[in-house]
């Protein structure tokens, strides 16, 4: 029983070994990349456009919406980071409707990458929207004894995110593996649409608490200020 | 008992309680979570999105417990050190 795709090596040499993890990564992102340019082709403003573009809108419309929900007031300067987590991460999940597809997200090394990209995000937008003195200045927030523990909710924190994502994923696949063996006929497709439900949930869970700590990092701390009275 | 045998029936045995004690209590907090957030939808059923987005993150948190006892059961059953430590030493001897 394969606990990660990474024990599925395909082709080795040497040191480097092509794994089921980068394949499937490699194959995902091909997908995306050029299924968006293809779609993006040709843009039409009018009232006609193609089920396509009608459909990515309405994906990049929701995304900038949530992003402005949870508190960032510039969405689109953050769309690029969150946006390509969650549709990788939705992606992934979602192609394990086809046959003999192992998602990468399934391996606690892609998403430990994923963690780490988000665990160094936060601190450069927070460091280009207060400049690194005052962001600095909020890790001793409220007050100095602080600090060490605003450090470590920062390291476990980026912990939490690989493992749960890696978690979901992971117990999706082995769940429907081991019924496989028990019960085959109906119920592991019941599960299957489990998986499908809780890595689209995942997905957005991933992407908002990405959006909910870069909110935090770049939370402008505004002095009190006397209220003017209005004449 | 040899050593082998020791770590198997701990590896077994402690398996099962992570994955029994490790539900129990996620799952209590998120039934609480979701009662308290049906409550508030109900009585303010016009914050619907925000209440729902906030109900799923905070599910998210409570499950990454749960998911790390499941973790620690899984590797405990199929990615013992311990286990595997000890299957090359009876191989190689």
């Not at chain 1, 040709?42 to 995304?63: D, P």
């Not at chain 1, 953050?78 to 990788?88: E, H, R, S």
């Not at chain 1, 995000?121 to 523990?149: D, H, K």
Request: hydrophobic share 55%; proline share 5%; with cysteine.
């Amino acid at each position: 029983m394969h606990l990660s795709p990474d024990e599925m090596i395909y082709w080795q040499r040497g040191f480097f070994k092509l794994n089921a993890t980068l394949a499937f990564t490699w194959v995902l992102m091909f997908v995306m990349a050029v299924g968006s340019k293809l779609i993006t082709r040709r843009l039409s403003t009018a009232i006609k456009r193609s089920r396509w573009q009608n459909f990515l809108e309405i994906v990049i419309t929701g995304i900038v919406r949530q992003i402005k929900d949870v508190g960032l007031p510039h969405p689109r300067l953050y769309l690029a980071f969150l946006g390509t987590l969650f549709l990788f991460v939705a992606t992934a999940s979602l192609c394990t409707v086809f046959p003999f597809y192992k998602p990468p997200t399934g391996s606690l090394s892609t998403t430990a990458a994923l963690a780490l990209c988000v665990f160094v995000a936060v601190p450069l937008f927070g460091i280009r929207r207060q400049g690194l003195a005052r962001y600095l200045a909020t890790y001793m927030e409220p007050t100095f004894i602080m600090l060490p523990f605003n450090l470590i909710s920062e390291a476990s924190r980026t912990l939490a995110l690989a493992i749960r994502l890696f978690g979901n994923m992971m117990s999706g696949e082995m769940i429907i593996g081991i019924l496989l063996t028990i019960t085959p006929f109906i119920f592991p497709i019941v599960m299957t649409v489990l998986g499908l439900l809780t890595g689209m949930v995942q997905a957005y869970i991933f992407s908002i608490l990405a959006a909910v700590y870069i909110a935090a990092a770049t939370h402008v701390h505004h002095p009190a200020r006397k209220a003017v009275p209005q004449t | 008992m040899d050593s082998m045998t020791t770590i198997a029936v701990v590896s077994i045995v402690l398996a099962g309680i992570t994955t029994a004690f490790g539900s129990i209590a996620p799952a209590m907090g998120e039934g609480k979570a979701v009662a308290t957030a049906l409550t508030s939808l109900a009585q303010q059923p016009d914050a619907s999105a925000t209440i729902t987005r906030t109900l799923f993150v905070g599910l998210a948190m409570i499950e990454s417990v749960a998911i790390y006892c499941f973790v620690i059961s899984m590797i405990l059953i199929f990615a013992n050190p311990f286990w595997n430590h000890v299957i090359a030493q009876t191989a190689g001897k």
